[in-house]
């Protein structure tokens, strides 16, 4: 194993801070070993260090952001850390426009649910424990984000998927807690097969090398085969339905909310949900190559994504538990920013990534608030909110409307852009499932705004408004989400400028579709819509009296059993193909493993043994014994018989002398 | 001419008679069943020898075979028969066993040799001019084969010391 | 005179001697007979060095005689040892070293 240091820079030339954007990662790691070793004897119990190593991190994320908004030089350097023979696996950095993005949106999420978390962890019996948590899980994700290579790329992923395990988990004390966890890791990791076989295959297709750059390149130049490209595309996206939580892989996401809410926000709305899509940013030279993008209609990552928009939306109606509201709000996103992708849009479905980050996050973190201040998860317990928590609620209400796409905020922007990208790439099928899926959207946040705001309050403690530390993230996530969809406004357009997809192959480029008047006012004439039906069942109450208690006669009534029990696939998972593996196929594996293989075992063994007595008795005894005795026996028989010869009489030896002597004459005579 | 075919013929003539006498009294030598008559007869065979050698001119070799053979070795091999006991008369207990098979094996060491010898050296010719003069062989001895000379006087002093060694009673 | 002849008589002497090696039984019986077979070889020697006109053979065979008179005297003695040691001096008694 030869160490050795190639820092292979590709088109750097100007970059200045953005060489050093391994760092960002490196902080939040340092903290993490701090944390473990000093946490506990830390005055603030660990979340010091990890809010000054997140914080920093901040601060260079937004450096680097800034260095490549000026120089918009990518840094791709890589440094070998282990070879055999041409076989060479690398660490790097890969800076451009998107990772520049990400660092600042992760490290900004993160660095607010750090201040958050003092307040909402406060007196948790395992308070360092979970900002050790935390920082990892930030620097996992910042090396993910900063990963050159796919492998690189996978182990930033795999460390996510642990700590999202740690974090769900984190009051494992109750039952339903560490199986919800255990539900994550097994379902992501089932994903995660699909990853690992793609990159295998991707390293192979490539000639020998993980570089995403380099596949990129090469999948755009066509130089590897579209039968490949697919294989390859269809196998990652296997990884991404399973981390961003696509159907039929989405089902960890909603159990999920029972850990803590920050880390809700953090991992399950912010951040290591989106690594698929980023995944698929990143990589996406093989996407748009492999299931072809670019001919339009339907594809495999469509349809998928599609299909999540919609039941996801729907499952968010039957809800009681805000954080599930918000978990199924996520998932039909996620499905979303695949679909853009999946329609060639792809900066509309980075922008997307990028505005929902922010209110998702503020939403999260405001549901926390709500929790903590009603001691309970579920709406029903909540109600009239808006008088005792008037901070929660204006950014609640700020992300709500940001979430449904109200014009101006940042919501309206980035979905406009993908229905945009849809109805112009040629997916009509998108289009549609996209707006309906924003009328649902729409509907069921009013309900759970309506719910838990408005009305009269039904539980039975005494809300209050949260600390100040909860708070304040609270309005510091509020202000992008209000703002920040401006960046891409037309006319403006920074946000395309800055983040794109440049593989630097000559004849690429993805279409940037003009503003579209129409499609956005109907956009926002839907999601209005929503709101408005949300509000007539919920605030003022006033259904028409045909549809009244409509939801529970008939068909609406099977709709909702079918909608409540989350369309039966958990009862697919675990009793059909758990329950399968554990019975049927556990038994015939036991029976087979006790009848045939040990049986061939221990036939072997008494054939061996068999052999063995043969071969001692038989062989060795009679037959070998035999030889090397017969071969004494014979030696003292000739022995024996030559003896005879010796009479000890010397007449007759000189008799046999002379005799000879007269012999080889006799034969001297005759033979010369 | 005439005198050297008489020359010639007298020593043909002469050798073919010692030889078939020490003939005889060789064969007499290994059959005879009275040990004395065997040694008696070893005595006309010595003799016969010390003749043949006067024919080959070897004045000095034949007057040596007399004495020392004739003079110490027979003597010495009566005295032996008288020491050890020797049954004085004709017994049968002097052949063993293995007499065919010890005629047998003579024979065809005769054979063998007398065809080799036949063969390589028939037609030669016996060309003596003058007896080996002693002086001649004096010096032979005492130039050119000294050592062997100083050697065999070595083994005669070993072989005295050595019988009175073995033979002395004590 | 031809050589062979004295060649043939050597011949016969030696083989004669031989016989009487393997068939006698006594001891000095066959002392005499090896006596025989030393004389048959002087007789060769000598007759080639009367032919080659060379005294080396005859100086041999005066070596041959000196040996030949020490050997008897040995073997004389060595039976001498025998027959104190068994009264007759039979060789076909002698088998110490029968295997």
Not at chain 1, 238 to 246: D, E, I, N, P, R
Not at chain 1, 613 to 625: A, C, N, S
Request: glycine content about 10%; some cysteine.
């Amino acid at each position: 194993m030869l160490l050795a240091t190639e820092a292979v820079t590709h088109a750097a030339g100007q970059a200045g801070i953005s060489e050093q954007a391994w760092l960002i990662p490196l902080l939040p790691a340092l903290s993490y070993v701090i944390i473990l070793l000093f946490g506990k004897k830390m005055p603030k119990g660990g979340s010091e260090s990890g809010i000054i190593a997140v914080g920093l991190s901040f601060g260079l994320a937004v450096l680097v952001a800034f260095d490549w908004v000026k120089n918009h030089a990518v840094v791709d350097q890589h440094w070998v850390w282990w070879h055999n023979g041409d076989f060479k696996i690398t660490i790097g950095q890969h800076v451009d426009g998107l990772a520049a993005m990400m660092f600042v949106v992760v490290t900004f999420v993160s660095l607010m649910v750090h201040i958050y978390s003092t307040g909402y962890m406060h007196g948790d019996v395992r308070f360092t424990h979970f900002f050790a948590s935390l920082s990892l899980f930030t620097a996992a994700m910042l090396f993910m984000v900063l990963a050159d290579n796919l492998l690189q790329l996978m182990i930033g992923w795999e460390l996510v998927g642990l700590c999202s395990f740690k974090l769900i988990g984190h009051w494992f004390e109750e039952k339903n807690n560490s199986s919800a966890a255990l539900k994550a890791f097994f379902t992501t990791r089932t994903g995660d097969v699909g990853l690992m076989l793609g990159i295998i295959v991707a390293f192979f297709a490539a000639h020998g090398t993980f570089n995403i750059a380099t596949i990129n390149k090469m999948a755009l130049e066509h130089e590897i085969g579209h039968g490949l490209l697919l294989a390859i595309a269809t196998l990652l996206f296997l990884g991404v339905m399973g981390k961003s939580a696509q159907f039929p892989l989405h089902i960890w996401l909603p159990d999920a909310m029972a850990g803590p809410t920050p880390v809700s926000a953090l991992i399950h709305a912010a951040t290591m949900v989106v690594a698929g899509v980023y995944l698929v940013a990143r990589v996406y030279g093989v996407f748009w190559e492999g299931f072809s993008i670019e001919a339009g209609g339907l594809n495999w990552m469509a349809l998928i994504a599609g299909i999540t928009m919609i039941i996801a939306a729907a499952l968010a109606f039957v809800q009681d538990d805000i954080k599930r509201v918000l978990a199924y709000s996520t998932v039909s996103q996620l499905g979303y920013m695949v679909a853009a992708l999946s329609v060639g849009a792809w900066t509309a479905g980075v922008f997307h990534l990028f505005t929902h980050a922010f209110f998702k996050a503020l939403l999260f973190l405001g549901s926390g608030s709500v929790i903590h201040a009603v001691h309970s998860n579920n709406m029903s317990e909540m109600g009239g909110l808006k008088k005792y928590m008037p901070t929660t609620f204006t950014t609640f209400i700020i992300g709500t409307l940001a979430l449904a796409g109200i014009f101006p905020l940042a919501g309206f922007w980035s979905k406009d852009e993908i229905l945009l990208g849809a109805s112009e790439g040629g997916y009509p099928f998108i289009l549609t499932l996209g707006l309906i899926g924003a009328f649902m959207t729409a509907c069921y946040m009013g309900r759970c705004v309506f719910l838990t705001f408005f009305g009269e309050y039904r539980g039975h403690g005494h809300p209050h408004e949260s600390p100040r530390s909860m708070t304040v993230p609270l309005i510091l996530l509020a202000i992008p989400s209000l703002l920040i969809g401006l960046i891409n406004a037309p006319g403006i357009l920074k946000f395309t400028h800055w983040v794109a997809f440049e593989p630097g192959v000559e004849h690429f480029h993805l279409e940037h579709h003009d503003f579209n008047p129409t499609l956005a006012g109907i956009s926002l004439a839907v999601a209005i819509g929503g709101l408005v039906v949300s509000a007539m069942v919920y605030y003022w109450q006033n259904v028409p009296a045909g549809l009244r208690g409509a939801t529970d006669r008939g068909a609406l009534r099977s709709v909702k059993t079918l909608l409540i029990e989350k369309y039966y696939l958990d009862r697919l998972f675990v009793d059909g193909l758990v329950g399968f593996i554990k019975g049927p196929l556990a038994r015939a594996t036991y029976w087979t493993n006790q009848k045939i293989i040990d049986g061939i075992v221990n036939a072997v063994g008494i054939g061996t043994k068999i052999v063995g007595r043969f071969t001692y008795d038989i062989l060795d005894q009679k037959g070998v014994d035999g030889i090397v005795n017969g071969i004494g026996v014979s030696a003292s028989e000739t022995g024996g018989v030559l003896r005879l010869v010796q009479s000890g009489r010397v007449q007759q030896y000189a008799l046999m002398l002379f005799a000879a002597v007269g012999l080889l004459g006799l034969a001297l005579i005759f033979f010369t | 001419m005439p005198v050297i075919l008489a020359e010639y013929a007298a020593q043909n003539v002469s050798f073919w008679i010692i030889a078939a006498i020490m003939a005889a009294a060789a064969i007499g030598v290994v059959t005879m069943k009275n040990i004395v008559h065997a040694a008696l007869a070893l005595v006309v065979v010595l003799a016969g020898v010390a003749a043949q050698y006067i024919l080959l001119q070897a004045e000095f070799l034949g007057i040596v075979q007399v004495l020392i053979y004739i003079g110490a070795v027979i003597v010495l091999f009566l005295f032996g028969i008288m020491l050890t006991r020797a049954p004085m008369r004709k017994s049968a207990e002097y052949d063993n066993d293995q007499r065919p098979l010890a005629g047998a094996v003579a024979l065809l060491i005769f054979g063998v040799l007398a065809y080799l010898l036949a063969d390589e050296f028939s037609g030669d010719k016996l060309n003596i001019t003058q007896p080996m003069a002693t002086s001649a062989i004096a010096d032979s001895i005492f130039r050119s084969y000294v050592v062997a000379f100083e050697a065999v006087s070595m083994l005669l002093l070993a072989a005295l010391i050595g019988a009175i060694v073995l033979a002395r009673r004590d | 005179m031809p050589l062979t002849q004295f060649m043939l008589l050597s011949a016969f002497l030696f083989c004669t001697g031989v016989y009487g090696v393997l068939a006698r039984r006594n001891g000095v019986l066959v002392l005499m007979s090896i006596e025989l077979m030393l004389n048959a070889v002087n007789i060769n020697l000598v007759a080639f060095s009367a032919q080659l006109n060379d005294a080396a053979g005859q100086v041999f065979a005066l070596f041959v005689i000196a040996i030949a008179a020490a050997e008897v005297g040995v073997g004389l003695a060595i039976v001498l040892l025998i027959y104190r040691n068994r009264v007759a001096v039979n060789l076909d008694e002698i088998d110490l070293m029968k295997g």
